[in-house]
């Protein structure tokens, strides 16, 4: 069975650091490019980030660009995300999803079939 | 401001269908494909149509996908209360470098 499972998320004070993982199985990992993607409490969906099978090409959502790191571990099968100087703004569920379509030369078949449960990231003092 | 522009709610009756629309541009939905995702109540997002009109495996052919030019519709027939739901809209920016999604249209089946 193919899963996802997030993990990782809490409370933390604003300027804070927090680190997510997604533990990923059930299909080859290092075949696919991965993403996160946000949620805000009652609002809608929020693109944060998409790294490719190898590792080789990242993209960021303005809003988290060069404050968040999206980075994996093919022996692991683990996905991460580093978040830094974290805002309030940045208070959402947190899903990781597998995204078949985007490789390291087009992402323009871009989507994602595959998702996590969430984990919530609260930014708070 | 959503990138892609969706209605914030439409409504319809059981049994009967309904479109809901994705408006963009020349640099996502005119020149990349149309993915759509629903979300139920306090659950992660499911995709429904994937490559602007293709249905994985498991969704049922009352979901259907089209895209004209720098638009994209979802179309569900015979509804049933159990779709209402989110539906959001994504695609690849060409200029941006990023996915967009919509706001995100809250189905009621009344």
């Known amino acids: 069975e193919v899963q996802l499972v997030e993990s990782g998320g809490g409370l933390v004070q604003p300027g804070g650091s927090l680190r997510l993982s997604c533990a990923a199985s059930?299909?080859?990992?290092?075949?696919?490019?991965m993403s996160w993607v946000r949620q805000a409490p009652g609002k809608g969906l929020e693109w944060v980030s998409v790294?490719?099978?190898?590792?080789?090409?990242?993209y960021y959502a303005d809003s988290v660009k060069g404050r968040f790191t999206i980075s994996r571990d093919n022996s692991k099968s683990t996905l991460y995300v580093q978040m830094s100087s974290l805002r309030a703004e940045d208070t959402a569920v947190y899903y990781c999803?597998?995204?078949?379509?985007?490789?390291?030369?087009?992402?323009?078949?871009?989507?994602?079939?595959?998702w996590g449960k969430g984990t919530t990231v609260t930014v708070s003092s | 401001q959503s990138v892609l522009t969706q209605p914030p709610s439409v409504s319809a009756a059981p049994g009967q269908r309904v479109t809901i629309s994705c408006s963009g541009s020349s640099s996502n939905i005119g020149n990349n494909y149309v993915s759509w995702y629903q979300q139920l109540p306090g659950t992660a997002p499911k995709l429904l149509i994937y490559d602007n009109n293709k249905r994985p495996s498991g969704i049922p052919d009352r979901f259907s996908g089209s895209k004209s030019g720098t638009s994209a519709t979802l179309g569900i027939t015979g509804l049933q209360t159990g779709d209402e739901a989110g539906y959001y809209c994504e695609t690849w920016d060409s200029s941006l470098s990023a996915v967009v999604f919509g706001g995100g249209t809250k189905l009621t089946v009344l």
């Open positions: 999803a597998k995204a078949p379509g985007c490789s390291s030369t087009s992402c323009s078949r871009y989507y994602m079939d595959v």
């Open positions: 059930g299909f080859t990992f290092s075949s696919y490019a």
């Open positions: 790294i490719t099978g190898s590792g080789d090409t990242t």
